[in-house]
């Protein structure tokens, strides 16, 4: 199987996913537990994205100057900071680790 073979094959699979969840009744997603469990689930792809995106370098895990930014910016956020604060205090942290040496 060639790489655009499994492109091609994924993407069949994903609209099929997709015109099957237009079969569902209604009265099913709007059940209590269903409703909570999409809630949670975008939660948690979102938490994956983020560490993927910051500790993870091919297929090795890398920790650089990426990984005290985030931490900073989940502080910030749970003291209720505005975005424009989070995004600006952890690019500053990441810039400062890089210029003094104590990160890559």
């Known amino acids: 199987m060639t790489l655009w073979n499994a492109v ?3 993407a069949i699979g994903c609209l099929a996913l997709k015109g099957a969840g237009y079969l569902v009744p209604a009265s099913v997603l ?3 537990r269903p409703a909570r469990i999409t809630d949670l689930l ?6 994956a994205l983020v560490a993927v995106q910051t500790l993870a370098a091919g297929p090795h895990i890398v920790v650089d100057a990426r990984v005290p930014a985030v931490l900073v910016a989940a502080g910030l956020l749970l ?5 424009l604060v989070v995004v ?4 500053v942290v990441a810039a400062l680790l890089r210029l003094l040496g104590w990160a890559a």
């Open 42 to 47: 975008t939660v948690a792809l979102l938490a």
């Open 8 to 10: 091609l094959l994924a």
């Open 88 to 91: 600006i205090a952890a690019a």
């Open 79 to 83: 003291l209720r900071q505005s975005f």
């Open 30 to 32: 709007e059940a209590p």
